[in-house]
């Protein structure tokens, strides 16, 4: 039987929640706190609440926030955004969050996910991904140009296509890294992170289902949980 959370992931933007499609065009989505006690009495397992502009801005997500949610909700929540050491860890955690989210920061200092993760506990170490598909390239084959005419002709979309490849995002999206989404998910799950919140920016906001393909190849390529983001919809 598969294992089920039903985990709502709130973006937030000086302290509002706000939504998007494909991390653009941002729109206001309500208070934190009530979209917060909103989705506990729907029944959800956990909340995720991610500052998707903390890093972009160079500030540290609000502690004051963390603490309202924490004073009002009874499930575990994960805080995320902004968060640069060990010490911001340790205050998220003190404001009442079970566990806390790695993006930006992890891509930029590695290390800080195995440091925290012997700090803490891997259990509260989640590190975010966010992901765009790389688009498909065909590889040239040695043939003479008639050749290759006709079968453009015959069959134009007729190539030997890599496989799929996916490229890891921080700064909220705004900014790509080079970095193979499958790789980097090995990467921290060896150095310690307990979870990976995996987003896909190609579904997020569409309502047209989760990237199956990107769930599948992260999945498969490590042992601990992964939170599939972006494009839900329907049950």
């Not at 590889?139 to 890599?162: D, F, G, M, N, Y």
């Not at 990976?196 to 190849?217: C, E, F, N, Q």
Request: a positive charge; aromatic letters at 6%; proline letters at 4%.
């Amino acid at each position: 039987m598969l294992a089920r959370r039903i985990i709502p992931c709130l973006d937030i933007d000086k302290g509002r929640v706000v939504k998007g499609v494909n991390f653009l065009n941002l729109r206001d989505a309500g208070d934190a706190i009530k979209n917060a006690q909103f989705y506990e009495r729907q029944g959800a397992d956990e909340l995720v609440f991610l500052d998707i502009t903390a890093s972009h801005e160079c500030r540290k997500t609000t502690i004051d926030l963390v603490k309202k949610v924490a004073e009002v909700v009874f499930m575990p929540f994960t805080v995320g955004g902004g968060i640069r050491n060990a010490e911001d860890i340790r205050k998220i955690l003190l404001a009442g969050a079970d566990k806390v989210s790695l993006n930006t920061a992890a891509i930029k200092n590695p290390r800080i996910i195995f440091q925290a993760s012997r700090i803490f506990g891997s259990q509260c170490i989640v590190v975010a991904i966010d992901a765009k598909r790389k688009a498909a390239s065909c590889k040239p084959q040695a043939t003479s140009r008639l050749i290759t005419k006709i079968k453009k002709i015959l069959q134009p979309e007729a190539c030997s296509v890599k496989p799929e490849k996916w490229e890891v995002f921080i700064n909220g999206g705004r900014t790509p890294t080079g970095i193979d989404a499958i790789a980097w998910a090995r990467n921290v799950e060896r150095l310690g992170a307990g979870e990976i919140l995996l987003t896909s920016m190609d579904y997020d906001g569409t309502k047209d289902g989760y990237d199956i393909a990107l769930t599948r190849a992260i999945t498969e390529a490590v042992k601990i949980p992964v939170i599939a983001s972006g494009g839900a919809g329907h049950p």
